[in-house]
């Protein structure tokens, strides 16, 4: 079983950036794949930002019109996720997750392709 764990949460303000990093352990990241999904209060997970074993794809969410970044270091078996230009609107509860097949519509990957998932970390953009 996956073991996931999220780090580099936290307060920033709008226009700011945030590295999120992703230790996987139980898990090979140059197998199947990785990705992050935020999951804003009340509302339900949309598409998982997602990569794929030794970052020959990457696959984002049409939706997402920010501009993030994820990346892999398989040496590490950490995934990251690089987001710039926050706003407010991106606060949310950020979650780690993994899977050995993706299920992507063309618009974006599904989260219940993924059976892994960390136990988040909180980023709150303020204005």
């Known amino acids: 079983q996956a073991r996931l764990v999220e780090s580099g949460g936290g307060s920033v303000q709008a226009g700011g950036s945030l590295r999120l990093s992703c230790a996987a352990s139980g898990y090979g990241t140059s197998n199947g794949y990785m990705g992050w999904v935020p999951q804003a209060p009340r509302k339900d997970r949309e598409g998982v930002e997602t990569?794929?074993?030794?970052?020959?794809?990457?696959y984002y969410t049409d939706s997402v019109k920010d501009p993030v970044t994820i990346s892999l270091d398989n040496a590490k078996n950490t995934v990251y996720l690089q987001m710039d230009s926050l706003k407010p609107k991106d606060t949310a509860m950020y979650y780690c997750?993994?899977?050995?097949?993706?299920?992507?519509?063309?618009?974006?990957?599904?989260?219940?392709?993924?059976?892994?998932w960390g136990q988040g970390t909180p980023v709150t953009v303020s204005s």
């Open positions: 990569i794929s074993s030794r970052g020959t794809y990457t």
């Open positions: 997750a993994a899977t050995d097949v993706i299920l992507y519509d063309g618009a974006r990957c599904h989260t219940n392709a993924y059976y892994s």
